[in-house]
Nanobody, 127 residues
Framework: VQLQAFGGGLVQPTGSVRLSCVAS????????IGWFRQAPGKEREGVSC????????YYADSVKGRFTISEDNVRNTVYLQMNNLKPEDTGVYYC?????????????????????RGRGTQVTVSS
């Protein structure tokens, strides 16, 4: 199982960026998968998760209305479209899954690290 995130960089406040996570070794659409972020001095946060099996989507309160998660099961890729970015969105973003029957909220909001997670991509929001 491998997860590789792409698309980070330096973005100005109110700007947008789309992250991609390419999955290999398993097929999307069976188990929940999501995006998490880690900022210096802050706890890991489940940003957004999706579960196709029960059609559930989870967003952290801090990103609701600004971020959108989506899956492309043909490309085996999950995306995170991030709009109206704020400095507090700065952090390392990575995708992760447990490959277990969970809904999106269970995957995102359960404390601790997910069983399978890839290297992250840095997103820095600054002027």
């Amino acid at each position: 199982v491998q997860l590789q995130a792409f698309g980070g960089g330096l973005v100005q406040p109110t700007g947008s960026v789309r992250l991609s996570c390419v999955a290999s070794g398993f097929s999307l659409g069976v188990y929940a998968i999501g995006w998490f972020r880690q900022a210096p001095g802050k706890e890991r946060e489940g940003v957004s998760c999706v579960s196709t099996s029960d059609s559930s989507v989870y967003y952290a309160d801090s990103v609701k209305g600004r971020f959108t998660i989506s899956e492309d099961n043909v490309r085996n890729t999950v995306y995170l479209q991030m709009n109206n970015l704020k400095p507090e969105d700065t952090g390392v973003y990575y995708c992760a899954t447990d490959l277990e029957p969970k809904n999106s909220a269970e995957l995102c909001a359960t404390p601790g690290y997910r069983r399978f997670r890839g290297r992250g991509t840095q997103v820095t929001v600054s002027s």
